[in-house]
């Protein structure tokens, strides 16, 4: 394992807090957004913008090659599943508060470790069972039957979570075939293209203030990629990973101050629950275990 200095893991642990406040300010902004236009129209224009700017970086630099893959066929469905994700959360966000949103897209490293023993050949401990029933135990306390969340919407995020578990396993086996930079791009244009596909049929010309939002949108989904390709370069990703769960405050904040919402009792619980379980998964990896972590966010 590389070792990394103490300045170079605060400069890690930095740029991974800018781009989970990153994160979570996109997803405030497309609960936003989503409340005036289609999340069709909402989800392409942050695609393009995002896509576009990249283009922009790497192509000076890489030229076509940027292009090039060997597992064109993965690039594909890494990019179909990117674009379910985004659909499927941003679609409950109009109708769920954003830390509860958010905490239920951090199933993820649960549902990836349950996957990874039929789909990865890795072998899923007692332990790791135990954290992922721990995870969807949270979840019931949150939504609780009969509650406010309880409501067909929020199948829409656990779907996110499952279609984001699709995403991260398919991005564990392109890591060892293509770069990132080439995987990060063509997902990109993969959702650029089938969302242009249909958000001509969803066009609402957007305000000049919407506009400036929506620009705000791509920039920061590009921003926060980056920052965190920064982070993975001064700091291991077990080290990393437990900071990534900051993106629940960032959320629960952001939606306070924006929204209004704050969490009930069972909200919060539910949340300290998943979080814990997610924890205790990313413990277990770091005691020699591979199980794929919540490695690139919304």
């Known amino acids: 394992m590389i070792q990394y200095s103490k300045t170079q893991l605060f400069q890690g642990i930095l740029c991974m807090f800018g781009a989970i406040f990153l994160f979570a300010g996109s997803d405030a902004l497309s ?39 060997r597992r064109p066929g993965l690039q594909l469905l890494r990019g179909l599943c990117m674009v379910g ?3 499927l959360f941003i679609s409950a966000l109009r109708y769920i508060p954003l830390a509860e949103g958010t905490a239920i ?66 991005t564990h086996k392109l890591n060892a075939i293509d770069s990132t930079a080439t995987t990060n791009l063509i997902s990109g244009l993969v959702g650029s293209a089938v969302l242009g596909c249909i958000a001509p049929f969803f066009w609402q010309t957007p305000s000049a203030y919407h506009t400036l939002l929506l620009l705000g949108l791509g920039i920061s989904a590009l ?5 965190m390709t920064e982070a993975y370069h001064h700091a291991n990703p077990s080290t990393l990973a437990p900071f990534t769960y900051g993106q629940l405050i960032f959320a629960g904040l952001i939606g306070y101050l924006v929204f209004g919402h704050v969490p009930d009792i069972y909200g919060l619980t539910g949340i300290a629950i998943i979080c814990a379980s997610g924890m205790l998964v990313l413990w277990h990896k770091s005691r020699g275990i591979a199980v794929e972590a919540v490695k690139d966010p919304l």
């Not at 392409?44 to 940027?66: C, D, E, N, Q, T």
């Not at 919407?153 to 984001?164: D, E, H, M, R, V």
């Open 105 to 170: 897209i951090y199933l993820t490293p649960l549902i990836v470790t349950a996957l990874s023993g039929p789909l990865l050949g890795e072998r899923v401990t007692l332990l790791q069972w135990i954290a992922v029933l721990l995870g969807f135990t949270g979840v019931l306390v949150m939504l609780r039957p009969g509650g406010a969340l309880f409501t067909p919407i929020s199948i829409l995020a656990i779907g996110a979570a499952f279609t984001f578990s699709l995403y991260q396993l398919i």
């Open 31 to 69: 609960k936003y957004l989503a409340g005036f236009y289609a999340v069709v129209m909402v989800i392409w224009i942050r695609y393009v913008i995002h896509s576009g700017l990249m283009l922009a970086v790497l192509l000076p630099r890489k030229g076509l090659s940027i292009f090039k893959t």
């Open 223 to 227: 921003v926060s990629h980056l920052l």
């Open 85 to 87: 994700t985004n659909m």
